[in-house]
Each structure stands twice: as structure tokens, then as C-alpha cells.
């Protein structure tokens, strides 16, 4: 099981410090300064760097799709409680939402032992900004062929994985952004029943889009964003493809 370890120092309500470890060899030391003021910075400071650590950095040389083989050593209990959706700190709750779509199914286990982290005297510890705008979302970014930027929220991952008659994936996440990557996707028509519908349900239709492929039954609803983005709210399979 591959497992990062994460013990978290507050500094002031912007800053806290997050030493790290992947195993026994790699390690290093962050110095996150928050966009914001917030008492338990340390707690906020330790989910950016999670984050941080798993998708941009790869400590583990790949990019997670799920959480299955994956444990995450912390020294804040609130972030398991996070994870199980059973926590009061609200503010933190878009912080950890990752913990719930993309790494589901993630071992969590808390701990503040210090053993074979880096010393500040060893290595220089790195700057990260925790931006609120980046950090805290209750969706995936991903770049795909066809749709362009999508954003894969955690209820259509949930409406994949309820609607799928294929069988259940293991990896639900990693299965649904396997789909979206197919380059010959393209949008559909829709009827104008659906769209007014769609209408009152969203308050507009014109950015409303549908897409698909002629010999898929998958059909992904989305939302065009005015920046071009794309959010995929839900995920149908239709009757025939």
C-alpha cells in the first residue's frame, strides 16, 4: 500500500507548515500560506498540501484515480472524520472533498510521529499558496479530447456508478474519466421537451449540452460555463445506443 504521511504545525491563522513523507525516502517540507484567515489553519494547511502532494506533485509517480491502495498517515483526526462525512468543520468540508470523490475508499489513519521526516536544518522548506479557489472544490479538473476542460463532480461519479448495468467499477472515478477521454465523443441533439425541462430546472437551457457516442449508451449531461468550462452534473445510459 502506497502511504503519505502529513503532521501539520500552525504559524497564524494564513500560515502553517505540513512535513511530509511518501515511505521512508521521499520527504519535504511545505510552508502553506492560506488566501484566507482561519483559526485552524494547520487543519486547512494539511488538506492543500494533501492534494498538492497527490496530484500535482505525484510522490507516488502517477496521478491517483482512486483511493483503494492509497493510505494517507494524518495528524488531524477532523480529516478522517471529513472523509466519512461525519465532522462539524464545515469550513473545511470543500478542503477534503477529494477525499470523498477521487480517493474514496482511501485508508486514512492518524498519527503525530515525527520518524523520518525532514528537518527544517536538512531541507529548505518549499512554498505553496493555498488558494481557496483552488483548493477547495467539490469537483475534479480534468482536460479531455473532445469536450475540452471538464469539471467531474462527486454526484455524477455517484450517478455513474448507481446507473452503470455493466457492473460496478472498482474504481469509479477512474472508470468515469476513462469514458470522458474517448476523442470521438460528441454532443447530441436534444429534444425540445428535454430542454425546457431542463429550463426550469436550471433556470436556462442554452448551456445545457449533452453528449455521447453512436455506439455508447453512456450520455453525459453538462453545463457550459461562460469561461468554456464544462461541468457534468450527471451521467445516463439510454435504451439503445
Keep these: 500500500m502506497m502511504t503519505l504521511t502529513t503532521i501539520s504545525e500552525k504559524k497564524s491563522d494564513t500560515e ?34 494533501l492534494q498538492h502532494l497527490l496530484f500535482d506533485r505525484k510522490v507516488f509517480d502517477r496521478e491517483p484515480g482512486a483511493g483503494a491502495g492509497y493510505k494517507l498517515v494524518v495528524s ?28 474514496k475508499g482511501v485508508t486514512i489513519e492518524v498519527s503525530q ?15 505553496l499558496g493555498g488558494e481557496r479557489e483552488v483548493y477547495a472544490n467539490t469537483y475534479d479538473a ?24 455493466s457492473g460496478s467499477p472498482k474504481k469509479p472515478w477512474a472508470s468515469l474519466v476513462g469514458r470522458l477521454m474517448h476523442p470521438e465523443l460528441r454532443m447530441m441533439k436534444v429534444d425540445e421537451k428535454v430542454l425546457r425541462h431542463k429550463a426550469r430546472k436550471y433556470g436556462r437551457s442554452d448551456n ?34
Excluded: C
Excluded at 149 to 164: D, K, P
Design 16 to 49: 502553517a507548515r505540513v512535513f511530509w513523507r511518501a515511505g521512508t525516502k521521499k520527504r519535504g517540507i511545505l510552508d502553506v500560506t492560506l488566501d484566507f484567515a482561519h483559526a485552524d489553519s494547520a487543519l486547512i494547511a494539511e488538506l492543500v498540501a
Design 76 to 103: 488531524k483526526g477532523a480529516i478522517r472524520k471529513l472523509a466519512l462525512g461525519k465532522s462539524n468543520k464545515a469550513y473545511a468540508t470543500k478542503f477534503a472533498a477529494f477525499l470523498s470523490n477521487r480517493m
Design 113 to 127: 510521529d515525527y520518524e523520518f521526516m525532514a528537518k527544517p536544518d536538512e531541507v529548505e522548506p518549499e512554498l
Design 142 to 165: 480534468i482536460e479531455t479530447p473532445a469536450m475540452g476542460r471538464v469539471l467531474v463532480t462527486q454526484h455524477a461519479v455517484e450517478q455513474y456508478q448507481a446507473r452503470i448495468t
Design 208 to 241: 445545457v449540452e449533452f453528449w455521447g457516442h453512436p455506439t455508447s449508451v453512456f450520455v453525459y449531461q453538462v453545463l457550459r460555463e461562460d469561461n468554456g468550462d464544462r461541468v457534468l452534473v450527471t451521467v445516463f445510459e439510454r435504451s439503445e445506443p
